[in-house]
C-alpha cells in the first residue's frame, strides 16, 4: 500500500515502460514530456475501462511532483487508482516508480476524466465504485 497526503491506495503497478535514447532531455535523464504523456495515455485507458466509455477528455491535472529521474535503460512503472467518482467525471491518482529499485519517480494527486457523447458534451456515467478486469469480463 502506498501512503499518499493522508491517503492509503492499494496500488496495482501493470503498465511499463523501457525508458530509450528518444526519450531523454538535454541532461541524459528522462524528459518530462515524455513521462507526462505517457501517464495521460495510460490514465484514460484507466478511465475509459472503468468508465466503459471510449469517450472521454482530461479535465485536470493537478501539482506534479518530481521526486526522482529515471535515466537510459531504466524500466519505469505506473500507478493509478481512482480516489473519487463524481456525476460525469473520476478523479484518479498516480505514482511513478523505478521498477527495479522501486524509487518514486513522481505523483499526482489528482488527475481529472470527463465522460463526455458524441458531441463533447458531459455526460453521467453512473459509476460509484472501481471496477475490476475480473469483474467486467466474466465468461
Known amino acids: 500500500m ?4 493522508n491517503h492509503t491506495y492499494n496500488l496495482n503497478f501493470h503498465t511499463r515502460k523501457w525508458v530509450k535514447p ?7 535523464t528522462l ?5 507526462l504523456k505517457w501517464i495521460d495515455e495510460e490514465a484514460a485507458i484507466y478511465t475509459i475501462c472503468q468508465l466503459g466509455n471510449s ?7 493537478s501539482e506534479i511532483n518530481f521526486l526522482s529521474s529515471a535515466k537510459l535503460g531504466d524500466i519505469i512503472e505506473m500507478g493509478l487508482i481512482a480516489t473519487n467518482f463524481g456525476r460525469t467525471s ?5 505514482e511513478v516508480r523505478n521498477k527495479i529499485t522501486r524509487q518514486s519517480i513522481l505523483t499526482i ?7 463526455i ?7 453521467p456515467h453512473g459509476k460509484t465504485e472501481i471496477t475490476y478486469s475480473r469483474d467486467r469480463f466474466k465468461s
Not at 473520476?90 to 498516480?94: E, K, Y
Not at 457523447?117 to 455526460?123: C, R, Y
Open 2 to 5: 502506498e501512503e499518499v497526503k
Open 22 to 28: 528518444e526519450d531523454l532531455n538535454p541532461n541524459g
Open 31 to 35: 524528459f518530462g514530456g515524455s513521462l
Open 55 to 61: 469517450k472521454v477528455v482530461t479535465k485536470y491535472m
Open 90 to 94: 473520476i478523479t484518479l491518482f498516480c
Open 109 to 115: 494527486n489528482k488527475i481529472v476524466f470527463v465522460n
Open 117 to 123: 457523447d458524441e458531441n463533447f458534451n458531459p455526460i
